[in-house]
């Protein structure tokens, strides 16, 4: 489990790819104080295994499935990526719950300057949407973020001077692919209230006693 809140700039420094998947090679600084094998740390999103720790680097292996799903697929030796080690539970949680499950590739549609942070739009997927909710939380590249609009095909989030310095997303433009994280309560509250659903249309008399012993009233 992650925070979104991001610790370090690492580079891609070697890409090692087999028919087994992909071994990244990550120069970093910040993570290396105790990562240890076999830690999570998401990588552009992605919550990904160390499996080998240099002194100035780590190593993460990456299953076929997780290069074709994520925007993994794009990076090459230079390319900057965003790190954050998994939460402890004595941390703060700055940003919000962050899985380290991708839920989509989604593609910057808009990069705009207002009041001195970037507003950034991006295309998402129509069963997607109705998870992302204004003034709401997601995860792009691995960075939380609050939602500032939803379209009818899209939405959009502001990204304050610090975060676009300190991260991918201020090297983004128009075009670009970033990794998708919705907010993971949405999905949970979705699958409660489908599951109850289908518990009443099972009962043959729909009473007013019956809605209240489910929780609707």
Known sequence: MFTGIIEELGVVRRISSSGNGTDIII??????????????????????TATAIGTDSFTAWVMPETVKKTNLLDLTTGSPVNIERAMTLNSRLGGHM???HIDAV???TGKRNQGGAMHLSFTTPDNL??????????????????????GSSNFSVGVIPHTASQTTLGQKEVGSHVNLEVDM????????IAA???DIKTETNLTMELLREKGYL
Not at 27 to 48: R, W, Y
Not at 185 to 192: F, M, N, P, Q, R
């Open 106 to 108: 989604v593609t910057m």
């Open 27 to 48: 120069s970093v600084k910040e993570i290396l104080t105790d990562l240890k094998i076999g830690d999570s740390v998401a990588v552009n999103g992605p919550c990904l």
């Open 185 to 192: 309560i949405g999905k949970y509250i979705e699958k409660l």
């Open 196 to 198: 109850r659903m289908d």
């Open 129 to 150: 949407l109705r998870y992302i909710v204004p003034k709401g939380s997601v995860a792009l590249d691995g960075v939380s973020l609050t939602v500032i609009d939803v």
């Open 98 to 100: 962050v899985s380290g």
